[in-house]
């Protein structure tokens, strides 16, 4: 029983409260950062919208439209169109109880939608999602159906930045097949840009702090007003959706949208891809050192139990950080994207709520049509110092035994769930290096094709939580974690990204932190623990993970 006690991430100042108990723990440095965040918000909020989860999932919207006006050379040019459009639609109402509508304007420049999303002054709620360069990873499954763009090629698609809801998708309960449906009911193939935004927890069933309170279990998102990066041009875009069942007609919807509209900056500028160099008052981790020892410690002796079926369990930390000038959620995010050579970048905020940002390299699955690709990541090292030394630690990494039997875990536990969907399944490469600017991984893609796309949810569920990000088996893992963590992950390590009527992609949440303007964040980063592990070795791992959102700030006192 004391040994068992030793191992949990136990702090002087911190302890977790029961499932079943009060839903918010009582650790004093998650009330202090919600206290902070309260008094640092400084944020416009969008006019409401319906919350989609109450819809009746069974009976189908009314309309799904998309309408694309001629190109214009100036994203302000794209908003008088936009609004005169707005204005006309106002006093023609469609003559449906219930749909969904997007007005779009394609804009003869690139801008990007980071930029876009930075001059709008903070008006909430707000996202942003960037996939990784499109590669040729489809051709083994070329699909013969097309989808209509109305104009425009969703896969030159670069990057979405979008303010206001015009429709969102919240509870607390667990993310359901219903929860789904009610998501899918305002989506279409034929209106491909129409997309939904959010992100999932990592585990709905663990108690749920205050700082991740206003996410619920889930939270999507289809923006009021959206900007489109592509290869070579943008869109701008606005969203009507509206359900009289939900008490939220046209008249409604449409004038919550103006009211937004008018809000929106015609002047889009440069935003410089750094961070103010601030001082940082005070940094701490939960576990602190000598509590993650403890706690790898303990996980290894049930790992190699002969009565175990314990294989590997992820650990997560949590950083916190508090900073003496402001951290712009967006400015650190642009600082990631400088870093962002074959990861997603991703932003989610609430109204009411601190921003939830990300650089991570790892895919869950990105499906369209019958087609569905997912990966293996695992295993890590730091990048060499020179073309040598890099090659050297590849090699190291390529013919470790422990790293191998971690990433082996990873790849056959996704490949039986891809297995179970899909009448065919393919892994290439089966064992490779992904490279980051300061870390690489063992990497495998893995590839099939999906018997149903009516299978979606089922292809969720199933996938998450991978090993990568939980251990194996499954509960086993995900229960000593719920038992050792001290801290509510919240969205790290859950899927985020998008739902389309076609298409669907989602990361892996890693490699995040929840950040407010004004205070700091907290920073989140885990790693596998197998037979063989070192606590001290997966410590600096930590480190090394985490050295991405810690360098831009200049942290000037070391993380303790």
């Known amino acids: 029983m ?27 440095s998650l009330h202090v950062f919600h206290r902070v965040v309260k008094r640092a918000q400084r944020y416009e909020s969008c006019s409401l919208s319906m919350n989609g989860c109450q819809g009746d999932p069974k009976i189908p919207i009314g309309t799904i439209q998309t309408r694309t006006f001629p190109g214009v050379s100036t994203h302000s040019l794209a908003l008088d169109t936009l609004s005169s459009a707005i204005s006309h639609l106002k006093s023609d109402p469609p003559p449906f109880a219930s749909g969904i509508l997007r007005l779009q304007v394609p804009i003869q420049q690139k801008i990007e939608a980071i930029d876009w999303l930075h001059a709008q002054q903070e008006l909430l709620p ?27 090629e969703d896969h030159d698609l670069v990057s979405v930045a979008g303010i206001g809801a015009a429709v969102f998708f ?8 219903d929860d789904w449906k009610s998501i899918k009911r305002f989506l279409s193939k034929k209106c491909p840009l129409i997309r939904a935004y959010g992100a999932i927890r990592f585990d709905p069933r663990a108690n749920v702090s205050s700082e991740w309170r206003a996410f619920g279990s889930f939270y999507f998102v289809v923006p009021q007003v959206e900007f489109n990066e592509l290869e070579g041009s943008s869109v701008l875009a606005t969203t009507i959706a509206w359900d009289n069942a939900l008490s939220w007609t046209w008249e409604k919807a449409i004038g919550a949208l103006q009211a937004t509209m008018c809000q929106v900056s015609s002047i889009v500028g440069k935003l410089r891809k750094e961070v103010c160099k601030t001082f940082v008052l005070s940094n701490s981790h939960v576990p602190s050192k000598a509590s993650w020892n403890l706690a790898v410690n303990r996980a290894l002796q049930i790992i190699g139990r002969a009565d175990s079926p314990l294989i590997k369990v992820v650990l997560a930390r949590s950083s916190r950080v508090v900073t003496t000038s402001h951290i712009d959620p967006i400015a650190w995010l642009a600082c990631l994207q400088v870093e962002g050579q074959n990861a997603y970048q991703f932003f989610l905020q609430p109204p009411d709520a601190p921003a939830f940002i990300g650089n991570t390299p790892e895919q869950l699955f990105h499906r369209k049509r019958l087609c569905i690709h997912s990966e293996a990541l695992a295993g890590t090292r730091a990048r060499g110092g020179s073309k040598a030394q890099d090659l050297q630690i590849e090699l190291d990494l390529l013919s470790s035994p422990k790293e191998d039997f971690e990433f082996s875990i990873v ?9 179970a969907i899909c009448s065919t399944v393919w892994v290439e490469p089966k064992k490779a290096i992904r490279k980051l600017p300061r870390i690489q991984h063992l990497y495998a893609q893995l590839s099939g094709r999906l018997r149903s796309e009516d299978d979606e949810f089922d292809i969720l569920s199933s996938l998450h939580p991978t090993p990568a990000v939980c251990g194996f ?14 801290f509510d992950r919240g969205m790290f390590a859950g899927p985020v990204g998008w739902f389309g009527g076609g298409e669907t992609e989602f990361a ?4 995040s932190a929840l950040v407010e303007k004004g205070f700091g964040g907290l920073i989140y980063a885990g790693t596998g623990i197998v037979r063989g592990s070192n606590s001290s070795l997966e410590w600096e791992e930590l480190e090394l993970k985490i050295s991405q959102f810690t360098k831009p700030i200049k942290v000037e006192v070391p993380l303790s």
């Open 170 to 177: 919240r509870h607390i309960h667990p993310f359901s097949l």
């Open 126 to 152: 707000r996202c942003f999602f960037s996939s990784r360069s499109q590669s040729s990873s489809f051709d083994p499954f070329i699909d013969s159906v097309n989808g209509d763009g109305n104009g425009l």
């Open 411 to 419: 790849r056959e536990s996704i490949q039986r769930k891809l297995e």
């Open 508 to 511: 892996v949440g890693i490699r």
């Open 473 to 486: 088996p499954r509960e086993e893992a995900r229960l000593l974690i719920a038992e050792t963590e001290m």
């Open 2 to 28: 004391a040994a068992a006690a030793a191992g949990r991430f136990m702090d002087l100042d911190l302890r977790k409260g029961h499932l079943g108990s009060s839903p918010h723990p009582t650790s004093h």
